[in-house]
């Protein structure tokens, strides 16, 4: 219908055209306010909390109760989870549903159970263990390898190096878990070890020279010498040597040398500002080749039709990958590494096979937790303020055979890391050195002595390790002293005892010593214990 004459037109905007200005006008509105944030003079309008000033006496207290309660809220969180967690497997029992099913459809899977057997097992903190799902799928692998037909020998010596179908992954026991996850984790490791054990006729047993005993087990190198009528030959190789000066070096191999054949070695370069010792003789070229040269003798010794083959064992993260690098770069003189290397642990996760020559092939393993040696305690260390438990799981921390995701509780490890340090000034100064701190740091203060507590938070502030409100994010402050000590860059060593153990059953011997250091041409290499003895004496006066 045509407008009246004289009737003034409608004013009213049509919905279209309202929606496009207001869609217009909130788009320049947020443009605006991101112009505004680049400014350097924009402010929120929120107001910083300042936090507690460094002038306020009793500071470290409250920053310590905050700590605290975050740390129970954290507990209380998980003790929740775990319940919710075990009523729920429970249930699934109940109904009879088979878990490994049920836990696809929830959110929490429960993938992480060690074993079909353990599913109605109570395991403590084993969702928070990503080793537990390592495990599950190393089990699967080592399954599958053992039902694998054997391959032809002639056909495998044609790979250069390849991997042996295997994907045995790293495992690994976190002694918080319950006694029967412990057990049942064994079986998985003992499957490992027992697959290499029987491939290998010479076993290279990688001990990391900062803590020689903690790396080792008395029950691997029984059943190396009593497998297959004492046919293996064991060699102990004292790795990372760069790390502990040479007094406590040649302590360590007069110490080990009464047990096996032992050979110190650098098998790879320190991490960037590491704290090293110079060894002049004992450098990469020098033990690597005498290892070399030993390992040949060995294998034209045989005169086997087959080629010799060389098991590499040890804990996570002692070197066992850099060994066998060290060895094949002696040989093909060639800067590409066989095996991946790795500041972490768990860098090694399948059985890996290198030829090294006609005669001699390497066969690299994912670390393992000895769980013997891991529930044995450490070295039956005690400390006022931590448990057993605790203990356990801080010298599996400072052995770095955790990868830092499955670190639980760094803070216990770094007050046992303390307690080991503030022993001797050796290994004190230097620490105190590496992060600018008074000398009354270590020395405890308060009613409950917490140096750790004192020293995390003093780290925190040196490096920049702050939360909200300038609060000391104590943890993160513990994983970053924990990656110092891993990487060597704090000092640090546990000396070699001065009487050597009551022997049990073979386990190592001055004749096996003699008697196998004759087969790999090592004799003369050091004299005999009395001369040992001597030299000891005479290098401690
Ligand atoms: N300072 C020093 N560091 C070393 C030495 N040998 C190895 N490393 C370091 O130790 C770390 C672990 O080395 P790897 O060879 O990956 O150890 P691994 O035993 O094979 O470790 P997994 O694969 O976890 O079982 C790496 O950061 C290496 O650089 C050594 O002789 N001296």
Redesign the pocket.
């Known amino acids: 219908m045509a407008n009246k004459p004289g009737k003034p037109k409608s004013k009213r905007t049509p919905v279209r055209l309202r929606h496009k200005i207001e869609k217009a006008s909130a788009a320049k509105q947020r443009k605006q306010r991101k112009l505004a944030k680049n400014n350097p003079e924009w402010r929120s309008r929120l107001k910083k909390d300042p936090g507690i000033p460094n002038l306020f006496p009793y500071k470290d207290r409250i920053l310590h109760e905050i700590e605290e309660k975050k740390r129970l809220r954290e507990e209380d969180f998980q003790r929740k989870r775990e319940e919710a967690r075990l009523t729920k497997a429970a249930a699934s029992a109940d109904r009879n549903v088979p878990i490994a099913e049920e836990e696809k459809e929830g959110e929490d899977a429960l993938s992480d159970l060690p074993d079909d057997e353990d599913m109605n097992e109570d395991t403590p903190n084993s969702s928070a263990n990503p080793m537990s799902a390592l495990l599950a799928s190393a089990r699967a692998r080592a399954a599958e390898y053992e039902n694998e037909p054997e391959e032809d020998d002639d056909e495998m010596e044609d790979d250069d190096e390849r991997q042996c179908g295997t994907d045995l992954a ?1 495992v690994s026991s976190l002694p918080t878990s319950g006694p029967q996850t412990l057990e049942s984790s064994r079986r998985a490791f003992d499957k490992v070890f027992k697959s290499v054990l029987s491939i290998s006729d010479i076993l290279l047993y ?1 001990l990391d020279a900062r803590d020689p005993n903690g790396t080792r087990s008395r029950e691997i190198e029984r059943e190396i010498t009593a497998a297959d009528a004492g046919s293996k030959r064991l060699i102990l190789i004292l ?5 502990v000066p040479p007094p406590v070096l040649k302590a360590w191999l007069l110490y080990l040398r009464r047990y096996f054949p032992t050979l110190p ?7 960037p500002n ?1 704290r ?1 010792f110079d060894h002049k003789a004992l450098t990469v070229k020098g033990t690597s080749e005498t290892l070399l040269r030993a390992l040949k003798s060995y294998a034209s010794s045989r005169q086997l039709k087959r080629s010799t083959t060389v098991g590499i064992v ?10 066998i ?1 060290a060895l094949t770069s002696r040989l093909s003189r060639s800067s590409s590494t066989a ?10 996760t399948a059985l890996r096979q290198v030829k090294l020559d006609n005669k001699l092939k390497l066969l ?1 393993s ?2 393992i937790v000895f769980p013997s040696s891991s529930s044995q305690g450490a070295n039956g260390e005690t400390h006022p303020h931590l448990s057993s438990k605790q203990i356990n799981q801080a010298n599996l921390t400072l052995l770095s055979a955790l990868p830092p995701s499955a670190i639980t509780d760094p803070i216990s490890a770094i007050t046992l890391l303390l307690h080991r340090l503030s022993r001797s000034e050796a290994t004190m100064q230097p620490l105190l050195d590496q992060y600018s701190l008074p000398p009354s740091t270590l020395v405890s203060t308060g009613a409950n002595g917490d140096v750790t507590t004192d020293f995390l938070t003093q780290v925190a502030r040196k490096r920049g390790r702050l939360g909200k409100g300038g609060v000391p994010n104590l943890q993160s402050a513990a994983m970053g002293v924990l990656m110092d000590w891993r ?2 860059r704090i000092r640090g060593w546990v000396e070699a005892p001065e009487e050597i153990e009551a022997r049990e059953g073979g386990a190592g011997s001055k004749e096996i010593v003699k008697e196998w250091a004759k087969e790999f041409k090592l004799e003369g290499l050091w004299g005999d214990d009395e001369a040992a003895v001597a030299e000891n004496e005479a290098m401690q006066e």
Do not use: F, H, Q
């Open positions: 790293a990688v790795n990372k040597i760069d790390l070695l650098r098998a790879n370069t320190s991490a590491a090293t040890g804990y996570p993260n002692v070197g066992k990958s850099s060994v690098n095996c991946p290397v790795g500041a972490e642990a768990g860098v090694t690299d994912p670390g990487d060597g």
